[in-house]
Nanobody, 128 residues
Framework: QVQLVESGGGLVQPGGSLRLSCTTS????????ITWFRQAPGKERREGVS?????????YYVDGVKARFTISRNAAKKTVYLQMDKLQPEDTAVYYC????????????????????WGQGTMVTVSS
């Protein structure tokens, strides 16, 4: 069955870096766009962070993470990465990866209801 497993979260000081991984199974990664979301503590809504198209030729970022976060994918490892640099306390959240139903990032890229397959999340805490 379709599975997405996030890893790489942890505690980091402001200005530090982390690389999150979304390891997939049960489908061909090259056939689907993948999006990273995050949900901050106490907030109900999941916020879109970054999306990569199926072969990585199109990548999108929300304004708050542009120039700090980089999304990439390795088809051979069936994994999508989110490199996060210059982390700030407001980046603290549970980070999730989600599989789109299309090769391109969905028109409503940042709408969680568009995605039906999710990982369990990995916690990122940015604090001194």
């Amino acid at each position: 069955q379709v599975q997405l497993v996030e890893s790489g979260g942890g505690l980091v000081q402001p200005g530090g870096s982390l690389r999150l991984s979304c390891t997939t199974s049960g489908f061909i990664l090259d056939d689907y766009a993948i999006t990273w979301f995050r949900q901050a503590p106490g907030k109900e809504r999941r916020e879109g962070v970054s999306c990569t198209s199926s072969v990585g030729n199109s990548k999108y970022y929300v304004d708050g993470v542009k120039a700090r976060f980089t999304i990439s994918r390795n088809a051979a490892k069936k994994t999508v990465y989110l490199q996060m640099d210059k982390l700030q306390p407001e980046d603290t959240a549970v980070y999730y990866c989600a599989r789109a139903s299309t090769k391109e990032c969905p028109v409503l890229t940042w709408a969680p209801y568009v995605y039906h397959d999710w990982g369990q999340g990995t916690m990122v805490t940015v604090s001194s």
